[in-house]
């Protein structure tokens, strides 16, 4: 007898039917019920209803997403300060003139750089847990699973996708909910196109600045942009990457499992954990990339910062961006950008000569006047900065997130390529159209 | 002192980690596993004198290998040997949760069984025979409850206990399959290495379901032509 | 008389029958338990209509309309 002739044509099927053959006969003996109708079921018959499952999906995702950003601000706030005071005070009291500024603005900053993160990981966390162990979270990718199908993603890659429109950090570490590792590479790949809340005052300062008017028109114009294109790379990269491509379709089978009530031990836990891991790992990198910058734009010692090292990097960038109308400030300024979103505007205010703590409108006035953007080239580099990788914090998570210096790369690179392709598209067809 | 390795394993959501919290009182080192994205928790626990290095293994449904969870899984239990392997069963969602016991008795793996959920269950209303649960599938059964961390001392004792003991589970399929996997454990045998290395009867059953994995293995051994009369 | 668990309306159920399609799609939903002879009821559909949620083995699970389609079942009251 061979396996064919025991088992039939498909064996595999055969003993899977046995397994469960053997397991209907053990329970027969061992166990005695059904399960009734519970409080499970009545919840979902509200949670899952026709109409009310999506607006309750989009309240909850909403509440999570003002959880993590918004409870978690002040303390983040706080750590900034902190650090930026800890660093005055070690400078009043280190003499040396280039210890103390390293010591201030290179350890303290580059501390406080990353402690900044902790706060709102933890709340996503700690969100995040609760959701999970509640049981909603696998409800929630079965609400949404059909509206992201068709960009070849799946219910599960919503919540990190939305979380990246407050940061991308926390967005690129919830795909651990995401079983399928095609699934949550892809997700995490996208997730950077997603613009975090630290890209905004960098469109706020040039919309304002060269767009008058439609300002808020332009703004507005980089969140649409955020979505489609995120959607749309989700799309190319599953068609043209044999990685995803090949890989046979992940089925969605998912269990529902009961509600339950999160136990605060386990849910303060993997909060715990994902923080530390966060410290541990994501951390370091951040933490040099801060220093590298630091000795790069104070150096040559004492040279005024348009002197700077990171300055000729940027003149001697400044042909590669001249096609999209910038010029080296705004070849430093996204160099920069690199490190943090946030410290964009900054930089620009300490080319004007107004210092770092400058009022929006004054650095906005120094644009126009020094025609450093038109209305044009501005928009092309809001676009920019909206897609190159948001900052250096974000290569260390994704890094440690895939475990893979080749994702990595990828990321960074066709977020590079993009931003400039999409940037002088703009300033092109603007060309053309007789704007700018 | 004695130390043994005892990794965790249980379909998805049925409180995996908090048993693994409890025993480990929540200190873990929390990593990779190697060239994965997939974590890695490790942690210990001293009881009656033995230290027990805790693996948590991915939550999985089934050891087909289908997913690099899966995998993980079962190439851990294949190639570690882990002392004791203890399979985290939902008391509430009991037939779809055997469907892994059964496979990790096919991998001849040291089990203990902790019935989770046990709460949820009887407020079911499930009446579930725990002895004469543990007696036909010949494995210790000791019903806990993580939450409320009901049942833990009973788990050590019974990791304990097992470590001590070995194996002697083994849950047979119907005649006809039994005797394929008799003839084609025969084959794998003349092979002393590979009986050094893997559970034979694991090795024939995934052979009849023709699992990529172990084929591969079995063509790297040479030993396809002599199986070629069973598998047809 | 067969029909596609993917036609079921909600709180109907069947008995597998018979379950197309080859590779992990297949192995993965015999080992959530949908053998012949198993029976299944359709609890309800996503608000956008897909996937669809399944009572079987009592536990519930969800399964595109793509996936359910190869799914065959003999109707039951």
């Given at each position: 007898m061979s396996v064919r002739e025991v088992l039939g044509e498909e064996p595999e099927v055969a003993m899977a039917e046995e397994r469960y053959r053997v397991i209907g006969e053990i329970l027969s003996r061992v166990f005695r019920g059904a399960r009734p109708l519970t409080l499970s079921d009545l919840l979902d018959k509200a949670f899952l209803n026709r109409y009310l499952g999506i607006p309750i999906f989009l309240t909850l995702w909403w509440a999570l997403f003002r959880f993590t950003f918004d409870v978690s601000a002040p303390l983040s706030d706080l750590i900034d300060i902190s650090f930026s005071r800890l660093g005055e005070f070690a400078s009043s009291i280190i003499g040396n003139e280039w210890w103390s500024a390293f010591v201030s603005d290179a350890i303290c900053g580059g501390l406080g750089g990353v402690l900044v993160f902790i706060p709102p990981i933890f709340f996503l966390f700690l969100g995040l847990a609760l959701l999970e162990d509640s049981g909603y979270l696998a409800r929630a990718a079965f609400v949404v699973d059909k509206i992201l199908r068709p960009f070849g993603l799946q219910g599960r890659s919503f919540i990190p996708l939305l979380l990246g429109f407050g940061c991308n950090i926390p967005g690129v570490m919830a795909t651990r909910t995401i079983p399928s590792e095609r699934d949550r590479i892809l997700t995490i790949c996208v997730n950077p196109l997603i613009t975090c809340s630290a890209r905004l005052p960098v469109y706020v300062l040039i919309a304002g600045a060269v767009l008058g008017a439609y300002a808020p028109m332009g703004v507005f114009t980089m969140y649409l942009l955020s979505i489609v294109l995120a959607l749309l790379m989700a799309l190319i990269f599953k068609a043209l990457i044999p990685y995803f491509r090949k890989g046979r379709r992940a089925p969605f089978i998912l269990e529902l499992p009961d509600y339950a009530r999160p136990t605060l031990r386990s849910t303060l836990t993997h909060m715990y954990e994902r923080g530390i891991l966060f410290l541990k790992k994501a951390g370091t990198i951040i933490f040099l990339g801060i220093i590298v910058v630091w000795l790069l734009s104070s150096h040559p010692w004492g040279a005024p910062l348009d002197q700077s090292y990171i300055a000729t990097l940027g003149k001697w960038l400044e042909p590669l961006f001249r096609p999209l109308g910038f010029d080296w400030r705004g070849a430093v300024a996204l160099l920069f950008g690199f490190i943090a979103k946030e410290i964009v505007v900054g930089t620009f205010a300490v080319f004007f000569g107004?210092?770092?703590?400058?009022?929006i409108e004054e650095v906005q006035r120094s644009i126009v006047e020094l025609g450093v953007f038109t209305p044009l080239t501005g928009f092309a580099f809001m676009a920019f900065t909206l897609i190159y990788i948001p900052c250096l914090a974000t290569i260390g998570i994704i890094y440690r997130e895939t475990n893979s210096v080749k994702w990595t790369l990828f990321t960074v690179i066709y977020g590079l390529i993009l931003a400039y392709l999409i940037a002088l598209l703009i300033v092109v067809i603007g060309g053309l159209m007789g704007l700018g | 002192m004695r130390e043994i390795e005892v990794a965790l394993i249980g379909n998805p959501n049925v409180g995996k980690s908090l048993i693994f919290n409890n025993l480990t009182g929540g200190r873990a080192h929390v990593g990779n596993w190697p060239g994965k994205t997939v974590e890695k928790k490790e942690g210990r626990c001293i009881h009656k004198g033995v230290t027990m290095r805790i693996i948590d293994l991915p939550g999985v449904y089934?050891?087909?290998?289908?997913s690099i969870d899966e995998l993980i899984a079962r190439n851990y239990i294949v190639e570690e040997r882990p002392d004791v392997v203890v399979d985290i069963v939902d008391a509430s969602n009991l037939e779809r949760n055997l469907y892994l016991t059964l496979q990790l008795l096919e991998l001849e793996a040291n089990l203990v069984i902790a019935l989770n959920k046990s709460d949820i269950a009887e407020s079911l209303g499930y009446e579930i025979d725990v002895k004469g649960l543990s007696e036909l599938l010949g494995v210790p059964v000791v019903p806990t409850i993580a939450t409320v961390k009901v049942g833990m001392e009973e788990l050590k004792d019974a990791i304990v206990e097992a470590s001590k003991r070995g194996v002697k589970a083994r849950v047979r399929y119907r005649e006809d399959i039994e005797e394929l996997i008799e003839r084609i454990g025969d084959i794998l045998r003349r092979d002393e290495d590979l009986t050094r290395k893997y559970p034979i009867r694991w090795l024939a059953i995934k052979i009849i379901e023709g699992d990529e994995e172990v084929m591969r293995l079995i063509e790297e051994r040479g030993l396809i032509e002599e199986l070629r009369e069973v598998i047809g | 008389m067969e029909r596609r668990l993917s036609e079921l309306n909600p709180g109907e159920s069947g008995i597998i029958s018979r379950i197309e399609g080859r590779g992990e799609e297949r192995r993965k939903l015999l080992d959530m338990g949908l053998v012949r002879g198993t029976r299944i009821t359709v609890v309800r559909r996503a608000p956008l209509g897909d996937p669809i949620e399944l009572l079987v083995k009592g536990y519930n699970l969800s399964l595109r309309l793509d996936e359910a389609e190869g799914v065959y079942v003999k109707p039951v009251e």
């Open positions: 107004l210092g770092e703590e400058a009022e | 089934s050891l087909t290998a289908a | -």
